[in-house]
């Protein structure tokens, strides 16, 4: 208990400290507007971040372009050092880390290391990564000249993320963009900005010089306009809603800024009759109820053969029921409370919705009447889940399954890609052959077999269709922040 107490009082005095960002240094400035910072288990605030207006934004992208010409002329193994050393130093605070998430997002400690942890992964991938930018040279005509293709850095990095993987995200966009040589403003979620701070914080420690990394926050609408309306920006990244990430699409379209897009899914898990099903359910519901549901390749349509679909549900139902739910710093808790209040509202009306629809509510279906405060909602398990239910059709991002059986594979196949996404796929079955067809049919970027292990440092994250489009992680990442220019020589 003392060191869960010890943890929590670290994790207090990195949110006493919540400010911007700018060229190098931490900004507090009273006179600036504030928003609370809530704390979804209490639905308290925990601190008060301060907005940063048109003068700051102008200060973070004059800083960036000053920072950029530092960074893009320090050698790479520099580069891959520094950020080597950041994820030295999140794995050496890790506890910290966790706690200051758990706080401010709400998920369980264990989830909230594993983040950070994946995070870490990511700065120490982009490292070695870092070193493998070469020049190309391409046969050249006529005789006497050289053709060379350099991969250089773009530019600055307007990077947008979300809250519901405050860490996980910002090193995926962050670690990749350093590691070609860009400098970064860096707009994390006003829910979570803790959790950006300690990765700020970790990569000042590390060497990163003043300028190359900027944080901002305050009125998203008012940063994103500011920012992908000027020059100074040459290319962006944002993670969240379909419908945000068209809005700073038509914003940086009218600059000619390039965007990479990570938006939202609504993962099919196909299952077929040859696995066992309790086996299959109790894999699949560990993911779906992580992070209370709130991860854009969470598995949220679960198609299951009829020879197989009761007790599949019946071991959901058991999982769901096992779960503790409760405040993410309690180590006993294995799922915590949902972001914010929009969240649960939006879990209600789909359950409702669904049942309204011909649904069976087989456990949850509310909040949990022992939780008097906090963003609660507890596990839930639909079955017999009609196709037109909107949580068959809208992304939930909410800790609800909902069930529907099949007989044919074709058609199990056309509902799994009846979606305007197309992020994740997931299959179960004992077929190799099987497996491999329904990978290459279904329309999504990513696809698993029997597991649900899609977001790691050394394998591409994204989507195609509405899911949108670029990629984060992976050997290709760094190329989403690097331009190809042709230099042909006459010797």
Not at 126 to 150: F, H, Y
Not at 357 to 385: E, H, I
């Amino acid at each position: 208990m003392t060191e869960s107490n010890d943890n929590l009082a670290a994790a207090s005095k990195v949110i006493d400290k919540y400010g911007l960002f700018l060229n190098g240094e931490w900004r507090k400035d009273p006179s600036l507007p504030r928003l609370d910072v809530i704390n979804p288990a209490t639905e308290q605030p925990i601190g008060q971040i301060p907005c940063a207006g048109p003068s700051e934004l102008d200060e973070a992208l004059e800083s960036a372009r000053d920072g950029f010409e530092v960074w893009r002329h320090t050698h790479a193994w520099e580069r891959a050092a520094v950020l080597r050393k950041t994820a030295e130093w999140i794995r050496s605070n890790i506890d910290l880390c966790s706690y200051t998430m758990s706080l401010e997002q709400g998920k369980a400690l264990a989830e909230a290391t594993r983040e950070f942890g994946m995070a870490a992964d990511h700065f120490e991938w982009a490292s070695e990564e870092a070193k493998r930018i070469t020049d190309t040279i391409v046969p050249a005509r006529p005789a006497g000249t050289t053709s060379t293709l350099r991969h250089l850095p773009v530019g600055v990095v307007a990077a947008f993320t979300p809250w519901n993987f405050p860490a996980l995200i910002v090193a995926a966009k962050a670690a990749y963009a350093l590691a070609a040589g860009c400098s970064v403003i860096l707009k994390p979620s006003e829910e979570t900005p803790g959790t950006a701070m300690l990765i700020v914080q970790a990569l000042q420690e590390s060497g990163l010089p003043g300028g190359v990394l900027n944080m901002v926050m305050g009125v998203p609408a008012e940063i994103s306009k500011h920012l992908l309306s000027s020059p100074s920006v040459n290319a962006g990244t944002f993670t969240g809603s379909t419908a945000v990430g068209k809005l700073l699409m038509g914003q940086a379209a009218q600059m000619l800024i390039p965007m990479t897009m990570e938006l939202g899914g609504h993962a099919p898990v196909i299952v077929y009759p040859d696995v066992d099903p309790k086996k299959a359910a109790e894999t699949a519901a560990g993911i779906k109820f992580r992070n209370a549901g709130q991860a854009c390749v969470s598995p949220s349509r679960f198609y299951v053969h009829q020879d197989i679909a009761e007790p599949f549900t019946e071991s959901m139902v058991a999982y769901a029921e096992s779960l503790v739910v409760g405040p993410g710093t309690d180590p006993k808790t294995t799922m915590g409370p949902m972001s914010n209040s929009r969240r649960v509202e939006a879990a209600n009306a789909f359950v409702q919705d669904a049942i309204e629809k011909g649904a069976t509510l087989r456990t949850g279906g509310a909040p949990p009447k022992d939780q008097n405060k906090g963003y609660y909602f507890c596990p839930t398990v639909l079955s017999d889940v009609s196709d037109d239910s909107r949580i068959m059709i809208e992304e939930p991002f909410a800790p609800i399954a909902p069930i529907k059986s099949f007989s044919d594979s074709d058609d199990v196949i056309g509902w799994a890609n009846n979606t305007e996404y197309g992020l994740a796929g997931y299959v179960m079955t004992e077929d190799p052959k099987r497996a491999a067809a329904v990978s290459d049919r279904l329309e999504t970027g990513m696809v698993a077999v029997n597991n649900f292990f899609l977001a790691m440092a050394e394998t591409p994250f994204g989507g195609v269709k509405q899911s949108g489009f670029g990629r984060e992680g992976g050997p290709d990442a760094i190329d989403e922040f690097l331009v190809t220019k042709l230099v042909k020589t006459l010797s």
